[in-house]
């Protein structure tokens, strides 16, 4: 059965350093894999997707995610974290019939 | 214009009301569907309408009725809730059943 795993339900950085949050997919497919993000009481905001074009993908906000097949992986990173980035993060993979499945979102704290 | 637009933003109603959500986009998508997210979890999928038909009902409840007007509009039509029903409830759009979503707001929902 196709799954995806968070590795992390909860992430602390400080502002300026490094942020990785970790996802793993299961599948025997070529999935189309996204990272949202979800601010307290909004919609989800598409940050990256990977649909088997560059397996390094940049997004919005200075956000990159690899696609590593060997791994069944597609961490999602950034070099300097800000205040504005303490959210909720999901990871996606959705295959050929409408069914997006959500990892159990990790959330992001930034501290000053 | 990339916006889903989701009316009300809150709604609170007694488990005899009838009410309605509406959600709206203008990206001639195909695919729109219906997600419920409780408190510090990810989206659940509801429903799914391709081309103006459900393909997808993920055996939710009848009391929640989906409707479909035309290509632009999705319509959730609420009955006799119960307050296990209060929760966020997302819509979204996409162009085609590998593509990525795009998330309304939401509306918050307290049935009392």
């Known amino acids: 059965a196709q799954s995806v795993t968070q590795l992390d339900s909860h992430v602390s950085v400080s502002e300026g350093t490094p942020v990785l949050l970790r996802c793993n997919y299961s599948?025997?497919?070529?999935?189309?894999l996204f990272w949202y993000v979800q601010h307290p009481n909004k919609g989800l905001q598409l940050l990256l997707k990977y649909t088997s074009a560059a397996t390094l993908v940049k997004g919005i906000n200075g956000f990159e995610a690899e696609f590593k097949k060997s791994e069944t992986s597609f961490h999602l990173t950034k070099p300097s974290a800000h205040m504005s980035d303490a959210a909720e993060y999901f990871c996606v993979v959705t295959y050929n019939n409408n069914d997006m499945r959500f990892g159990a979102g990790t959330r992001l704290t930034v501290k000053p | 214009d990339t916006e889903v637009t989701q009316t009300p933003k809150h709604l609170v109603m007694g488990m005899t009301n009838k009410k309605s959500l509406k959600c709206e986009q203008h990206?001639?998508?195909?695919?729109m569907y219906w997600y419920k997210q409780k408190a510090k979890k990810p989206p659940e999928l509801m429903f799914v309408y391709s081309y103006e038909k459900l393909s997808i009902n993920e055996s939710v409840p009848s009391r929640f009725s989906p409707e479909c007007p035309n290509s632009s509009l999705l319509n959730l039509h609420l009955h006799a809730l119960q307050p296990e029903d209060s929760a966020l409830y997302l819509c979204a759009s996409s162009t085609n059943n590998r593509g990525e979503q795009y998330f309304g707001p939401g509306t918050r929902l307290t049935v009392t």
């Open positions: 990206m001639g998508h195909r695919a």
């Open positions: 599948s025997s497919y070529s999935p189309s």
